[in-house]
């Protein structure tokens, strides 16, 4: 059976990994973002790779006009839909401190736009019986620290969101995957410091294939960072208090 897959924030170096690999097992993908031109690209690349559908789609977390368009795009696609959250934003700590105002652009990218997108589209996921999502938040959503907690804080409410969709689409016959990935070689990430052991953006793409292929609920990738966050859930509140991590 035919899948097409919706892939927002289709550009990220994440997404655009995995959009190369659907397409080289012939998949389709609907890519969606705000930079049409790189979209545009991105799909021709696709098509080259073997992919059965490759098309670009405008979708902003901010504008929730273009949700409803997107989403009578995917209804349309055929075969199995899945669907695959790459949005998010992640202003510099320090930025958000002296512009409080960053807290909501920070929340409506990382959270509450694609939440609400997702809550548009499960019910077409429900009408079909079957259909993956997979939502990529990140292991800055496990405890608040002291470098990122508006992103963190975000990334924590649309991984609970997640809990909560999958055990909604669970009954239907879908799935939902929680990805938390640790650091990634992308562009949110270039130039921070005390960055380690970062993975290739290909390596992440896998782990998402592995996880969607045995239905996996939660999955950290790389691996170790479930050892490395549990760790850092199990500190001490008045030892985290003092840390910079």
């Given at each position: 059976m035919s899948?097409t897959?919706i892939?927002?924030?289709?550009t990220?170096?994440m997404?655009?990994?995995?959009a190369r690999?659907?397409?080289?097992?012939?998949?389709?993908?609907?890519?969606a973002g705000?930079d049409m031109p790189?979209?545009?690209a991105?799909a021709a690349?696709c098509?080259?790779?073997g992919?059965?559908l490759?098309?670009?789609?405008?979708?902003?977390?901010?504008?929730?006009?273009?949700?409803?368009?997107l989403?009578?795009?995917?209804?349309a696609?055929?075969?199995t839909?899945?669907?695959?959250m790459f949005?998010g934003?992640?202003?510099?700590?320090?930025?958000?401190?002296?512009?409080?105002?960053?807290v909501d652009?920070?929340?409506?990218?990382?959270?509450?736009?694609?939440?609400r997108?997702?809550?548009?589209?499960?019910?077409?996921l429900e009408?079909r019986?079957?259909?993956?999502?997979v939502?990529?938040?990140?292991?800055?959503?496990?405890?608040g620290?002291?470098g990122?907690?508006?992103y963190?804080?975000a990334?924590?409410g649309?991984?609970?969101?997640?809990?909560?969709l999958?055990?909604r689409?669970?009954r239907?016959?879908g799935?939902v995957?929680t990805?938390?990935?640790?650091?990634?070689?992308?562009s949110?990430?270039?130039?921070?410091?005390?960055?380690?052991?970062?993975a290739?953006p290909?390596k992440?793409?896998a782990?998402i294939?592995?996880?969607v292929?045995?239905?996996?609920?939660?999955?950290?990738?790389p691996?170790?960072?479930?050892?490395?966050?549990l760790?850092?859930?199990?500190?001490p509140?008045?030892?985290?208090?003092?840390m910079?991590?």
């Amino acid at each position: 059976m035919s899948e097409t897959w919706i892939i927002l924030g289709a550009t990220s170096s994440m997404a655009r990994a995995l959009a190369r690999a659907l397409a080289e097992r012939g998949d389709g993908v609907i890519l969606a973002g705000r930079d049409m031109p790189e979209l545009e690209a991105l799909a021709a690349d696709c098509r080259l790779r073997g992919a059965s559908l490759a098309e670009p789609a405008a979708f902003d977390a901010r504008d929730p006009a273009c949700f409803a368009p997107l989403v009578d795009r995917a209804r349309a696609a055929p075969g199995t839909l899945n669907a695959a959250m790459f949005v998010g934003s992640m202003p510099d700590q320090s930025d958000i401190d002296a512009d409080p105002a960053l807290v909501d652009g920070t929340v409506t990218d990382s959270f509450t736009g694609p939440a609400r997108f997702l809550h548009m589209l499960a019910p077409v996921l429900e009408d079909r019986g079957r259909g993956t999502i997979v939502g990529v938040g990140s292991v800055a959503g496990d405890r608040g620290r002291v470098g990122n907690y508006v992103y963190g804080a975000a990334k924590a409410g649309f991984a609970t969101y997640l809990s909560g969709l999958r055990n909604r689409l669970t009954r239907a016959g879908g799935h939902v995957v929680t990805v938390k990935p640790g650091f990634v070689d992308t562009s949110m990430t270039w130039g921070i410091e005390g960055m380690f052991l970062v993975a290739p953006p290909e390596k992440i793409a896998a782990a998402i294939l592995k996880a969607v292929r045995k239905r996996r609920n939660v999955i950290y990738t790389p691996f170790f960072w479930r050892w490395i966050m549990l760790i850092i859930r199990t500190i001490p509140e008045p030892v985290f208090k003092k840390m910079s991590i």
